[in-house]
């Protein structure tokens, strides 16, 4: 376990973004020191357990050592996780953007479980205004489709039947679960803002405000070279057989990219599309005169590429010269 630990943390240090650098390794170690500090696990000794775990932690160091070789895909689900686009991070701002627009009168969530309270959601039950903006906001946005950044919330209203299939009223514990199954897939949908500091430190990488420079591998001290073989009837010849020469298997997934900044800014850009901005706006109803500050989410539109050069007029005559009224040459 400690060499695992050891080898998660050595390969945070080599990301190429500052914010996933210190997220996977606070990530990294908040993993650790949960079970670490547990004595009742400790205690158990569930062997199948600690495997799944292991598993898991195996996983997760192929997910940064091919991050840290440049393959896109791996890179930008750990630039998600980190910037808050999916795992941990996500529901944390979740729960924080709906504790943050709460009313001093209600107690303000301090988990998702509190929003999933099977006794809060009664049938005059309706979800935070908050969130209602931020879905509707979402449906806007192609680019959330595009890039399987969250799936689309059809309709926002849970419709419960009226009968189950007994031709029966349908009872009210299965209207609470009904409606609490749909309110976790929302929430499991839902794209929050990014705090202020790191959404400054991603546009500013994004502009070239803030410098970047790729990340540069550490040599092993003293490492020997590996012994070479004196003969080449070995066991492992005489049991395999000869080995294969080049393959195309390690790109079966994608191949590994050179982290360059011209990499690196297209990798952010389709994160920032992934965000939206927080503002509030004032709004004077115009009867009664009474101002009220609604939420409004921006999303971060990148100018759509030129297909052509324009052309210019006095040049564009001489586009057809050599060719008559049919297309043929002259």
Not at 11 to 37: G, I, T, W
Not at 83 to 96: A, H, M, Q
Not at 163 to 182: F, G, T
Not at 187 to 215: A, K, Y
């Amino acid at each position: 376990w400690r060499q695992l630990l050891r080898s998660l943390l050595r390969e945070a240090s080599y990301l190429p973004d500052p914010v996933a650098k210190v997220y996977m390794q606070c990530h990294v170690l908040d993993r650790f020191r949960k079970y670490a500090d547990n004595a009742r696990f400790r205690r158990q000794e569930d062997l199948w357990r600690r495997w799944q775990l292991q598993k898991q932690a195996s996983k997760s160091l192929s997910l940064l050592q091919r991050a840290n070789e440049g393959y896109p895909k791996p890179l930008e689900k750990v630039l998600r996780m980190a910037y808050g686009r999916s795992g941990t991070r996500r529901l944390e701002l979740v729960r924080d953007l709906i504790a943050g627009h709460t009313p001093s009168s209600e107690t303000p969530p301090k988990s998702l479980q509190d929003l999933l309270d099977k006794k809060l959601l009664t049938e005059d039950w309706k979800p935070p205004p908050i969130i209602v903006e931020l879905v509707n906001a979402q449906q806007v946005n192609s680019m959330i489709p595009h890039l399987n950044g969250a799936l689309k919330i059809k309709k926002f209203e849970r419709i419960i039947p009226k009968q189950n299939s007994w031709a029966r009223p349908v009872p009210n514990c299965r209207r609470r679960n009904i409606r609490r199954d749909w309110y976790r897939k929302v929430l499991s949908n839902c794209l929050p803002p990014l705090p202020h500091d790191d959404l400054e430190i991603l546009e500013g990488l994004i502009s070239g405000r803030l410098p970047w420079t790729p990340p540069k591998r550490r040599k092993a001290i003293g490492a020997a070279p590996a012994p070479t073989s004196e003969t080449n009837l070995d066991v492992e010849f005489l049991v395999d057989g000869p080995k294969k020469g080049p393959t195309f298997r390690p790109y079966t997934d994608g191949r590994p990219h050179v982290l360059t900044r011209r990499f690196m800014v297209r990798t952010w850009m389709r994160i920032s599309a992934l965000i939206p901005r927080l503002s509030m706006v004032t709004k004077i109803h115009p009867k009664t005169g009474v101002e009220t500050r609604k939420p409004c989410f921006a999303w971060d539109w990148s100018p759509p590429a030129k297909v052509a050069l324009p052309v210019r007029e006095d040049m564009a005559a001489d586009i057809f010269e050599g060719v008559d009224s049919q297309g043929r040459l002259l």
